[in-house]
C-alpha cells in the first residue's frame, strides 16, 4: 500500500517567517494530496489541497507544491503567526483510502 | 450546514468489554471513513462505508467492525477492549470520492480510554 512519509517531526520558527514542511509518497497512483491542521484538542481541519493534474495551489499565506515526478509535495506558510502553531498532517489519497503522515509540530515563537 | 458530529465525546472502558462509537456526517455526505489517533502511530485508517458497504478495511484486527445506515450514519464497534485500544477515534465525512469530490472533513473525536 501507499507510504506516506512527513519531515520534520517538529518545527519551531519566528513570528513572521515562513515554514516548509515536506511528505513524499510511495504510490504513483496517488491523485489527491490535503493538508490538515489539528490544534491542542481540536478535530483536524482541512486547510489546502492539491490534485495531481496540479503543480501549485495557493491560498493566502498557505501554498502546497507537487512534484509528482519526485513523489513529493510540501506545505509553505508565509508571514507565519502565533495562531499557525499546530500540527500539520499531510495525506494522499489512492484507491479510495487516505494515507497521513505522522504530523509535524509546528511552534511559531512571538 | 452542521459539521460532522460525534457521540460520546470521552468514553472510559474496563479491558475486555466492547464499546460503540457513533458519527453523523455533514448532510449529503454518503462516506464516512474511521481512523484511530495515538501519539505513537499518528491517524491510521480504520474502514469507509459507502451507501451502508464497507469499501475499505485497513489493517486492524477483526474486533474492530463497523456498519452505516440507509441515513449515512456510521457506527464502530470495538469488542474485548485492550488496553492498546486507547486512542482518539475519529471519523471523516466526504460527499463522495465517485463524484469526485474527495475532501475529507473530520469530526471531534471519540476519546477511549481503557483501564
Known amino acids: 500500500g501507499e507510504n506516506v512519509e512527513q519531515h520534520p517531526s517538529t518545527l519551531s520558527v519566528q513570528e513572521g517567517d515562513s515554514a516548509v514542511i515536506k511528505c513524499t509518497y510511495s504510490d504513483s497512483a496517488s491523485n489527491y494530496f490535503p493538508w490538515y491542521k489539528q490544534e491542542l484538542g481540536k478535530r483536524p481541519q482541512l486547510i489546502i489541497d492539491?490534485?495531481?493534474?496540479?503543480g501549485e495551489k495557493k491560498d493566502q499565506r498557505i501554498a502546497v507544491t507537487l512534484n509528482k515526478t519526485a513523489k513529493h509535495f510540501s506545505l509553505h506558510i508565509t508571514e507565519t503567526q502565533p495562531e499557525d502553531s499546530a500540527v500539520y498532517f499531510c495525506a494522499a489519497r489512492t484507491g479510495n483510502q487516505f494515507y497521513f503522515g505522522t504530523g509535524t509540530s509546528l511552534t511559531v515563537i512571538p | 450546514k452542521a459539521g460532522v458530529t460525534q457521540t460520546p465525546r470521552y468514553l472510559i472502558k474496563t479491558r475486555g468489554q466492547q464499546v460503540t462509537l457513533s458519527c453523523s456526517p455533514i448532510s449529503g455526505h454518503r462516506s464516512v471513513s474511521w481512523y484511530q489517533q495515538t501519539p505513537g502511530q499518528g491517524l491510521q485508517f480504520l474502514f469507509e462505508y459507502f451507501s451502508e458497504t464497507q469499501r475499505n478495511k485497513g489493517n486492524f484486527p477483526g474486533r474492530f467492525s463497523g456498519r452505516q445506515f440507509s441515513n449515512s450514519r456510521s457506527e464502530m464497534n470495538v469488542s474485548t477492549l485492550e488496553l492498546g485500544d486507547s486512542a482518539l477515534y475519529l471519523c471523516a465525512s466526504s460527499l463522495a470520492f465517485l463524484t469526485g469530490a474527495y475532501e475529507q472533513y473530520f469530526g471531534p473525536g471519540t476519546r477511549l480510554t481503557v483501564t
Open positions: 492539491i490534485r495531481s493534474n496540479v
